[in-house]
T-cell receptor, first 107, second 113 residues
């Protein structure tokens, strides 16, 4: 099955800093999503991005499907950005999740 | 739209007890799925359904049953709870015409003692 690797596993930022999270996957996909899991456990859709680039406020994402990776950019980080960021991919309709990146933003 | 709803939010069971986790969606999505999340890990697929009357196993199906009698509902049954099933359970739904972009419910935190 598809393997998903996320890096870094842990990241500590000072408020206002920028960061890049990476997701590598082992096979062709027709679905790639980024999620934020907040400290209360809620999973929030950030991007549905099987290819190309999208932006939503301070967040943006780029997927290069031919090279099997995706990047999530967080600019001007805020303490509310803290939590776990998951990348999930599928080649059909079954999502496979990476282990996540734990982000801590300090004020 | 309420989106994807799950009940209960929290549950404590004793080993050997059975229970059903409820999941419902009001978006007319044909695809629904159940995941479990264990500490420090991503979500793993338990069972999924591509439409009413059709279910299939995911990555970690043992100890769980599902059925899909309507488009809206997709309950997950624990037949005989074990401590290894202590986890947070998420239900999700999606549809082909949105590229199977998945929408998740708020989760059920289950503890088996």
């Amino acid at each position: 099955g598809i393997q998903v690797e996320q890096s870094p596993p842990d990241l500590i930022l000072q408020e206002g800093a920028n960061s890049t999270l990476r997701c590598n996957f082992s096979d062709s996909v027709n679905n790639l999503q980024w999620f934020h899991q907040n400290p209360w456990g809620q999973l929030i859709n950030l991007f549905y991005i099987p290819s190309g680039t999208k932006q939503n406020g301070r967040l943006s994402a780029t997927t290069v499907a031919t090279e099997r990776y995706s990047l999530l950019y967080i600019s001007s980080s805020q303490t509310t950005d803290s939590g776990v960021y998951f990348c999930a991919v599928s080649s059909g309709n079954k999502l496979v999740f990476g282990a996540g990146t734990i982000l801590r933003v300090k004020s | 739209n309420a989106g994807v709803t799950q009940t209960p939010k929290f549950q404590v069971l004793k080993t050997g007890q059975s229970m059903t986790l409820q999941c419902a969606q009001d978006m007319n999505h044909e695809y629904m799925s159940w995941y479990r999340q264990d500490p420090g890990m991503g979500l793993r697929l338990i069972h999924y359904s591509v439409g009413a009357g059709i279910t299939d196993q995911g990555e970690v199906p043992n100890g769980y049953n599902v059925s899909r009698s309507t488009t809206e509902d997709f309950p997950l049954r624990l037949l005989s709870a074990a401590p290894s099933q202590t986890s947070v359970y998420f239900c999700a739904s999606s549809t082909w015409w949105r590229g199977y972009e998945q929408y998740f419910g708020p989760g059920t935190r289950l503890t088996v003692t």
